[in-house]
């Protein structure tokens, strides 16, 4: 049965950090696109970032919505089978439930589509003070 569980939300100020965790059983993260979602009070939700592993000469593919580049990255440790999501210089416009995903790989590994996903988590709570 598989089991994906976030950790490492919290209540943090403009400008602040966290790191989210994402923890799997019963599937191999290395095996999967990996992505990271969000869902604000009243929005729809929406993909944050993945990552894939896609192939030697490639190496780890990894994607991030607009709103998010160039302040938060996500990586992975297979050894642990734990995905992160580092947050850095957070907005209140950041605050959101986030939610773990896993889909199969294919060649539209950015695709971050919430219905290509099967596997989610519960999600942790992000809050950003002004």
């Known amino acids: 049965q598989v089991q994906v569980v976030e950790s490492g939300g919290g209540l943090v100020q403009a400008g602040g950090s966290l790191r989210l965790s994402c923890t799997a059983s019963?599937?191999?993260?290395?095996?999967?696109?990996m992505g990271w979602f969000r869902r604000a009070p009243g929005k729809e939700r929406e993909g944050v970032s993945c990552i894939t592993w896609w192939s030697a000469w490639s190496g780890t593919v990894t994607y991030y919505a607009d709103a998010v580049k160039g302040r938060f990255t996500i990586s992975r440790d297979n050894a642990k089978n734990t995905l992160y999501l580092q947050m850095n210089s957070l907005k209140p416009e950041d605050t959101a439930m986030y939610y773990c995903?896993?889909?199969?790989?294919?060649?539209?590994?950015?695709?971050?589509?919430?219905?290509?996903?099967?596997?989610w988590g519960q999600g942790t709570q992000v809050n950003v003070s002004s």
């Open positions: 995903a896993a889909k199969i790989v294919t060649s539209n590994m950015d695709d971050m589509s919430p219905q290509r996903f099967g596997y």
């Open positions: 019963g599937l191999r993260i290395a095996d999967y696109t």
